[in-house]
């Protein structure tokens, strides 16, 4: 099997070499996905077609975006991976492995963006959290190797009789329990092998079955104390008159759904993802600071993101300045 360094070298002389560089990739992504659940990749669901997704993404940005941080200072990781001249164990860090890795980065944020959007996704991913914390109390890894997926036993487990998934959801409904850490261990007992973090997570939540798919939001209780909508209305559009014509080029290129790293590459005056992340804290500041005043509220916390205000005010914006939407941006 080709070395990744040699692989991506010559990609960077030859693009037209990517293939055996992308199945690299695929079977990377593959491995350091094992364990996460579906609310860390698009649409939901951790499907071949989001894990062929996210290898294709991965490579891309490794390919074309400049990064700020450490070690490519300015420079496409595939570039800086070449003029480093650094081999492998480092290049798969930086790529897949570490917690800072381009993958990572990119499952970080279809996490953040599944987990505000969907309820179910927001239950399942807590689940998944709790079901970690009782494998690591009440259980051991079936196997040393770091290298291989992690697979769990029980601690106390004899010789048992190995079930199939269909066989071990059939008997764990029978229990009709709805206590996690019983359900973990049963359905480790009742298979009689060991099982993924990811499969136990996908099982417990179908024996629960956990909220609707789609919840209702709850009426506001506080609707009847706001302000009319105009006023508010009227509050954010005096605080986009007061942003400056780079700050609305930012929001433009947001509600546009343009990445950080489409605005790294494309926009000199943000060099990295953290003057972006300033820059987006500064301008939903403002607009809360503007909204508040209207409401006649002198001091109160945002529990939304900076991007999540950004995202509420451009449901105010946009039926006002449609041109947000277009390439150009604002006029």
Same mark, same amino acid.
Request: net charge neutral; proline share 6%; glycine share 4%.
């Given at each position: 099997?080709?070395?990744?360094?040699?692989?991506?070298?010559?990609? *960077?002389?030859?693009?037209?070499?990517?293939?055996?560089?992308?199945?690299?990739?695929?079977?990377?992504?593959?491995?350091?996905?094992?364990?996460?659940?579906?609310?860390?990749?698009? @649409?939901?669901?951790?499907?071949? *077609?989001?894990?062929?997704?996210?290898?294709?993404?991965?490579?891309?940005?490794?390919?074309? $975006?400049?990064?700020?941080? %450490?070690? #490519?200072?300015?420079?496409?990781?595939?570039?800086?991976?070449?003029? /480093?001249?650094?081999?492998?164990?480092? !290049?798969?860090?930086?790529?897949?492995?570490?917690?800072?890795?381009?993958?990572?980065? @990119?499952?970080?944020?279809?996490?953040? %963006?599944?987990?505000?959007?969907?309820?179910?996704?927001?239950?399942?991913?807590?689940?998944?959290?709790?079901?970690?914390?009782? =494998?690591?109390?009440?259980?051991?890894?079936?196997?040393?190797?770091?290298?291989?997926?992690?697979?769990?036993?029980?601690?106390?487990?004899? =010789?048992?009789? $190995?079930?199939?998934?269909?066989?071990?959801?059939?008997?764990?409904?029978?229990?009709?329990? /709805?206590?996690?850490?019983? =359900?973990?261990?049963?359905?480790?007992?009742?298979?009689?092998?060991?099982?993924?973090?990811?499969?136990?997570?996908?099982? !417990?939540?179908?024996? $629960?079955?956990?909220?609707?798919?789609?919840?209702?939001? /709850?009426?506001?209780?506080?609707?009847?104390?706001?302000?009319?909508? #105009?006023? !508010?209305?009227?509050?954010?559009?005096?605080?986009?008159?007061?942003?400056?014509?780079?700050?609305?080029?930012?929001?433009?290129?947001?509600?546009?759904?343009?990445?950080?790293?489409?605005?790294?590459?494309?926009?000199?005056? %943000?060099?990295?993802?953290?003057?972006?992340?300033?820059?987006?804290?500064?301008?939903?500041?403002?607009?809360? $600071?503007?909204? =508040? *005043?209207?409401?006649?509220?002198?001091?109160?916390?945002?529990?939304?993101?900076?991007?999540?205000?950004? *995202?509420?005010?451009?449901?105010? @914006?946009?039926?006002?300045?449609?041109?947000?939407?277009?390439?150009?941006?604002?006029?």
């Amino acid at each position: 099997m080709a070395r990744l360094h040699d692989l991506i070298k010559q990609f *960077e002389t030859d693009s037209d070499s990517a293939q055996s560089l992308l199945g690299a990739f695929h079977r990377h992504i593959r491995h350091v996905t094992s364990s996460y659940p579906d609310a860390y990749f698009e @649409l939901g669901q951790r499907t071949p *077609e989001a894990l062929d997704g996210l290898a294709n993404r991965t490579m891309s940005v490794c390919a074309r $975006v400049k990064k700020g941080r %450490f070690p #490519f200072s300015g420079r496409t990781p595939f570039l800086t991976y070449v003029q /480093e001249r650094l081999d492998d164990p480092p !290049i798969r860090y930086h790529s897949f492995y570490a917690k800072l890795s381009i993958a990572r980065e @990119l499952l970080r944020n279809d996490y953040a %963006f599944n987990i505000r959007r969907n309820p179910r996704l927001r239950w399942k991913d807590k689940l998944h959290r709790q079901i970690g914390v009782i =494998l690591k109390e009440d259980c051991c890894p079936a196997s040393d190797d770091p290298s291989s997926r992690r697979l769990w036993r029980s601690k106390n487990s004899g =010789l048992t009789v $190995v079930s199939t998934l269909d066989q071990v959801q059939q008997r764990l409904q029978a229990y009709r329990s /709805e206590d996690t850490r019983v =359900l973990v261990a049963q359905a480790l007992r009742i298979s009689g092998q060991p099982m993924s973090h990811s499969s136990l997570t996908n099982l !417990i939540a179908d024996i $629960v079955g956990g909220p609707p798919a789609n919840l209702e939001l /709850e009426p506001d209780t506080q609707q009847q104390n706001l302000p009319d909508v #105009f006023v !508010i209305r009227q509050a954010v559009v005096d605080a986009w008159e007061d942003l400056t014509d780079d700050e609305k080029c930012l929001i433009a290129a947001l509600i546009r759904g343009q990445s950080y790293d489409d605005l790294i590459e494309t926009t000199t005056r %943000f060099r990295d993802r953290g003057s972006i992340s300033r820059a987006v804290k500064r301008c939903g500041d403002q607009f809360v $600071v503007k909204v =508040l *005043e209207a409401m006649g509220v002198t001091t109160a916390k945002p529990e939304a993101t900076p991007k999540e205000i950004i *995202e509420r005010v451009a449901h105010v @914006l946009l039926p006002l300045l449609p041109e947000l939407t277009q390439s150009g941006g604002p006029s």
